[in-house]
C-alpha cells in the first residue's frame, strides 16, 4: 500500500544568529539594557563604544595623547598663572606699599621735626632763627605734600584712608596751637608756653601716633607682598614633575611596541617641558634669593634706621621741651633719657640699641653714615649732660645756649645725627629697591614664556601620538 507523501513544515528553521565581532575583532558592544530612557540609552551605547575602542591600540594611543596634551596644557596654564601673581606681588611691594611705608616713616619724621623744631624757636623767643622758622615751615609742607600722596597710594585700604584722614585733620590743629604759643610768647604772656605744651600733647598723642600705625600698618603689607612674592609654586612644579614622568613613561611604552628608539614629537614635547621646569625652579630661586635681600636685607636694615632717626627726633624735642618747662616737667628729661637709651643703649648695655643694631645690619657701603651718627650720638649725650647740670643749678640762659646754640651744642651734635641717618636710609632704600626690581626681573619674563613652551610641548605630542596612529591606516 502506498505511503502519502509526508507534508512539508509549517516554517523554515530559524538558525541562530551569527555574533557580531569589532573591526578588530573584538566583541561588540553589549546589547541596551531594556527599559532604558532614549537618552541613558544613547550614554550607554556610547559609553559600550569607547569601552571597544580602548581595547584597541589606536584607541589607547588616542587617550594617551589626550592625558599627556592636557596635562601640558595645565602646566602651562598654572604656571602662568602662579608666577604672574607672585610678579604683582613683587611689583606692588617695590612700587606701592613699600614707597607708601617709606612715605609714613617721611611723615613721621617730618612731624617731629616740626615739633622740635617749633619748641627749638620758642626757646629763642624774639631772637628766633630764620632758619629755624623756615625750617620748622618746610616740615609741616613736606608732611602736607606726603599725606595728599600717600592718600593716592593707600586707596585700597580702609585703614591707611582712616589713620591719613586723621592726620590730615588734626594737623591744622596743631599749627594753629604752636603759632598761638608764638604769639603769646611774643607778646610776653606766660601761657605761651602752655599753649606749646598743649601742642606737644596733640603732637604725640594723635598725629605722631597715627603717623606711627600708618608706617606700621604699610611695613606689614609690603612684607607680605614680599612673603607672597617668596612662596614656592609647589602646584606648578608637581604639575611639570607629573608631565615629563608621563612623558617619559609614554617614550617608553613606544620604544617596548615598535622597538624605535626616538618619537621626535614627543622628544620635542620632552624637551619643551623640561625647558619650561628647569626655568620655573631657576627663576623662583632666584627671585627667592633677591627678595630675601630685599626683606632680610635691606628692608630690616630700613626699619631699624627708622626706628633710630624715630627716636633720636623725639629725643631732642624732649631736650627741647624740658627748658619750655623751666624745670616744672620732669617727664620731658625722663622721655630723652628713654629715647637715648632706646637710640645707644644703657651705658651697662653697649652694642644692644638701634644705631649698633642698624650698624650690624647695614653693608659695607651704608656703614660709614651710621657708624659717623653712632659717634653723634654719644656726642650729644654728653653735652647734654653739661647743659642738664646749668639748668639744674639754675643758670636758664647758659643751658638754652648748650641746647640751641652753634658750635659746641647739643642742637649741632643733634643735626649730625639727623644729616647721616638720612643718608643711611638713603643707601638702604636704593639697596632695597635694587633688590626687589631683581627678583620682579626674574619673575617677570616667565608666564609669558609659560604659554608659549606649554603649547609647543602639547603640539609635539599631538604630533608624535598622530605618527603612531597614521601607522594603522
Known amino acids: 500500500m502506498t505511503q502519502p507523501p509526508?507534508?512539508?513544515p509549517a516554517s523554515p528553521p530559524v538558525l541562530p544568529a551569527p555574533r557580531a565581532e569589532g573591526a578588530a575583532g573584538s566583541p561588540a558592544p553589549p546589547a541596551t539594557p531594556p527599559g532604558l530612557p532614549r537618552r541613558r540609552a544613547a550614554l550607554w551605547e556610547n559609553a559600550g563604544r569607547l569601552r571597544a575602542a580602548l581595547r584597541t591600540e589606536p584607541g589607547r594611543l588616542r587617550l594617551i595623547g589626550a592625558v599627556l596634551t592636557g596635562l601640558l596644557l595645565l602646566f602651562g596654564a598654572m604656571t602662568f598663572g602662579q608666577l604672574a601673581e607672585r610678579a604683582e606681588s613683587a611689583?606692588?611691594?617695590?612700587?606701592?606699599?613699600?614707597?607708601?611705608?617709606?612715605d609714613a616713616a617721611s611723615i613721621y619724621r617730618s612731624l617731629a621735626d616740626a615739633n622740635t623744631t617749633a619748641a627749638s624757636g620758642f626757646l629763642a623767643g624774639a631772637d628766633e632763627p630764620s632758619e629755624v622758622r623756615n625750617r620748622y615751615i618746610r616740615d609741616i609742607s613736606r608732611a602736607s605734600e606726603l599725606l595728599v600722596s600717600a592718600a593716592e597710594r593707600g586707596r585700597g585700604s580702609p585703614q591707611s584712608a582712616a589713620l591719613i584722614a586723621r592726620l590730615n585733620a588734626e594737623l591744622p590743629r596743631y599749627t594753629g596751637l604752636v603759632e598761638t604759643a608764638r604769639a603769646n610768647d611774643r607778646q610776653g604772656l606766660p601761657l605761651g608756653s602752655a599753649y606749646l605744651r598743649y601742642a606737644d600733647e596733640r603732637m604725640q598723642g594723635t598725629l605722631l601716633t597715627s603717623?606711627?600705625?600708618?608706617?606700621?600698618?604699610?611695613?606689614a603689607r609690603y612684607r607680605a607682598d614680599l612673603a607672597d612674592a617668596r612662596s614656592w609654586p609647589w602646584l606648578s612644579t608637581g604639575l611639570g614633575v607629573a608631565s615629563l614622568l608621563a612623558l617619559g613613561w609614554a617614550q617608553r611604552r613606544h620604544y617596548l611596541?615598535?622597538?624605535?628608539?626616538?618619537?621626535?614629537?614627543?622628544?620635542?614635547?620632552?624637551?619643551?617641558?623640561?625647558?619650561?621646569?628647569?626655568?620655573?625652579?631657576?627663576?623662583?630661586?632666584?627671585?627667592?634669593?633677591?627678595?630675601?635681600?630685599?626683606?632680610?636685607?635691606?628692608?630690616?636694615?630700613l626699619t631699624t634706621l627708622n626706628d633710630a632717626w624715630t627716636e633720636a627726633l623725639l629725643a631732642r624735642g624732649?631736650?627741647?621741651?624740658?627748658?619750655?618747662?623751666?624745670?616744672?616737667?620732669?617727664?620731658?628729661?625722663?622721655?630723652y633719657?628713654?629715647?637715648?637709651?632706646?637710640?645707644?643703649?644703657?651705658?651697662?648695655?653697649l652694642g644692644e640699641g638701634l644705631l649698633p643694631r642698624a650698624y650690624a645690619l647695614t653693608g659695607d657701603a651704608g656703614r660709614e653714615p651710621v657708624g659717623e651718627a653712632i659717634r653723634a650720638a654719644n656726642e650729644w649725650r654728653e653735652r647734654h649732660g653739661g647743659a642738664r647740670e646749668e639748668e639744674l643749678a639754675g643758670d636758664y640762659d647758659e643751658a638754652?645756649?648748650?641746647?640751641?646754640?652753634?658750635?659746641?651744642?647739643?642742637?649741632?651734635?643733634?643735626?649730625?645725627?639727623?644729616?647721616?641717618?638720612s643718608a643711611a636710609v638713603a643707601v638702604q632704600q636704593e639697596r632695597f629697591l635694587d633688590a626687589a626690581q631683581s627678583g620682579l626681573n626674574w619673575l617677570g619674563g616667565l608666564p609669558a614664556a609659560a604659554v608659549g613652551l606649554a603649547l609647543l610641548a602639547a603640539a609635539g605630542t599631538v604630533r608624535g601620538v598622530g605618527l603612531r596612529l597614521a601607522e594603522y591606516r
Open 400 to 421: 638754652i645756649v648748650r641746647v640751641i646754640g652753634g658750635e659746641g651744642s647739643t642742637g649741632e651734635s643733634f643735626d649730625r645725627v639727623n644729616s647721616e641717618l
Open 6 to 8: 509526508t507534508a512539508p
Open 318 to 335: 624732649a631736650e627741647n621741651l624740658t627748658l619750655v618747662s623751666r624745670g616744672g616737667d620732669s617727664t620731658f628729661e625722663d622721655d
Open 257 to 301: 611596541r615598535t622597538n624605535r628608539l626616538l618619537n621626535r614629537g614627543l622628544v620635542a614635547a620632552t624637551t619643551a617641558a623640561a625647558v619650561l621646569l628647569l626655568w620655573l625652579v631657576g627663576a623662583q630661586a632666584m627671585a627667592r634669593s633677591s627678595l630675601n635681600e630685599a626683606d632680610t636685607g635691606a628692608g630690616q636694615a
Open 211 to 219: 603717623a606711627s600705625d600708618l608706617h606700621r600698618l604699610e611695613t
Open 91 to 102: 611689583r606692588t611691594a617695590r612700587e606701592s606699599s613699600q614707597p607708601l611705608s617709606r
Open 337 to 349: 633719657l628713654t629715647s637715648m637709651d632706646r637710640l645707644l643703649a644703657a651705658p651697662d648695655r
